[in-house]
């Protein structure tokens, strides 16, 4: 006969199990926040979604913003991507890549999105310095999704009339 203790110890082992890889740690989850900076009149169109989720399509205003959380997986594979469009233009980028985020912003990543690219807050600063290319725009055969990109935390990289960071 097994003793109760070693059933209550499988229990509770079982329920911290099912609780650490169901994300039940309101403490864990990402926030993703991402702002229209296009400019006046600019509506920006976004379409974001993960292997699992479908955000669905969004008009953003200028300087509105879009936001929604997720809890990280435990794998450390999350991945969010969006489509974005305005004008002629149409590009998409990997906004949350757990692999490249999970460092730099663990609860809060906010991204502003400018006609050059996206820029994440850099909490230290608290400025948006942290600039992507969009994916779209890497060297054919250079590699996938956004292990090409380049971060810049200066703004030698802007080209005449490009807005700089807040």
């Known amino acids: 006969m097994v003793p109760f203790s070693k059933y209550l110890f499988s229990f509770v ?3 911290f199990l ?11 989850r990402t926030n993703v926040r991402i702002i229209n900076e296009l400019g006046d009149g600019i509506d920006l169109n976004h379409h974001c979604k993960s292997k699992d989720d479908d955000l ?7 300087h509105q913003f879009f936001e929604f959380s997720f809890m990280p997986n435990f794998w450390g594979t999350t991945l969010f991507f969006c489509r974005f469009w305005w004008g002629y233009e149409d590009h998409w980028f990997n906004i949350y890549v757990m692999s490249r985020d999970r460092d730099r912003c663990t609860k809060q990543c906010w991204w502003t999105v400018y006609s050059f690219g996206p820029c994440l807050l850099d909490g230290r600063l608290q400025k948006y310095t942290l600039c992507e290319n969009w994916n779209d725009k890497k060297l054919q055969g250079s590699g996938k999704g956004n292990s090409t990109a380049k971060i810049y935390n200066d703004y030698e990289h ?3 009339g490009e807005k700089k960071g807040k």
Do not use: N, S
């Open 13 to 15: 082992m079982l329920a």
């Open 56 to 62: 669905g399509i969004h008009v953003l205003a200028p």
């Open 18 to 28: 099912v609780c650490f890889c169901d994300g039940l740690y309101p403490d864990k």
């Open 158 to 160: 802007l080209e005449a």
